[in-house]
């Protein structure tokens, strides 16, 4: 099992900052990929980026250029630095690890409110 906590979510303005953080401890050995999605009211959740053991990162569309997201493996840690934020990027944001082997588990974090206003 992998427990999943994230933090660093709130308030803030069309064109500010936040950085989310997301502590992953438990069967910390199996995880692959570490990474972050969202879901506002009425969609479905989606993927925001995702960043493999080894660095390698993908990103969203609609978030490429404005957020970058980080690995600390000797922490267990995963970080979503949001940059140039608008007010369709208010969403909760959750946590999420992938592990390695068959059968693939998935785990999420409870999730954190990002709220931009306009």
């Known amino acids: 099992q992998v427990q999943l906590v994230e933090s660093g979510g709130g308030l803030v303005q069309a064109g500010g900052s936040l950085r989310l953080s997301c502590a992953a401890s438990?069967?910390?050995?199996?995880?692959?990929?570490m990474g972050w999605f969202r879901q506002a009211p009425g969609k479905q959740r989606e993927l925001v980026a995702v960043?493999?053991?080894?660095?390698?990162?993908v990103y969203a569309d609609s978030v490429q250029g404005r957020f970058t997201i980080s690995r600390d493996n000797a922490q267990n840690m995963v970080y979503l630095q949001m940059n140039s934020l608008k007010p369709e990027d208010t969403a909760l944001y959750y946590c999420?690890?992938?592990?390695?082997?068959?059968?693939?588990?998935?785990?999420w974090g409870q999730g954190t409110q990002v709220t931009v206003s306009s």
């Open positions: 960043i493999t053991s080894g660095g390698s990162a």
């Open positions: 999420h690890a992938g592990t390695r082997g068959v059968p693939r588990r998935e785990y």
């Open positions: 438990g069967s910390i050995f199996s995880i692959n990929t």
